[in-house]
Nanobody, 125 residues
């Protein structure tokens, strides 16, 4: 079992930045692909970014490419999401998730095995 706890959300003006963190416990995340997803009210949960077990490969939704950066520190059992140039449409509940890496990195939230409780990001225009 992997327990995930997100932090770092908050209220920011459009154009501002936030850094989300996800602390893992229970097991090392070094053998898990990790991802960030978000869900706005009335919308489906959507893929934001993912990172392979070693951190060498990263993947982004087109809507955040060039503005968000996913990273991980396996030694600290941590996952991060640096979000720059935030837009009102980025506002959502952001979740981190762990995938047991039985296959390649997935964009599909249904393939992820463990989830945090989410951290709220609000962007004012």
């Amino acid at each position: 079992q992997v327990q995930l706890v997100e932090s770092g959300g908050g209220l920011v003006q459009a154009g501002g930045s936030l850094r989300l963190a996800c602390a893992a416990s229970g097991r090392t995340i070094s053998t898990y692909h990790m991802g960030w997803f978000r869900q706005a009210p009335g919308k489906e949960r959507e893929f934001v970014a993912a990172i392979s077990t070693t951190g060498i490969n990263t993947y982004y939704a087109d809507s955040v490419k060039g503005r968000f950066t996913i990273s991980r520190d396996n030694a600290k059992n941590m996952l991060y999401l640096q979000m720059n140039s935030l837009k009102p449409e980025d506002a959502a509940l952001y979740y981190c998730a762990a995938d047991r890496a039985l296959t390649g990195v997935s964009y599909d939230y249904t393939t992820y095995d463990y989830w945090g409780q989410g951290t709220q990001v609000t962007v004012s225009s």
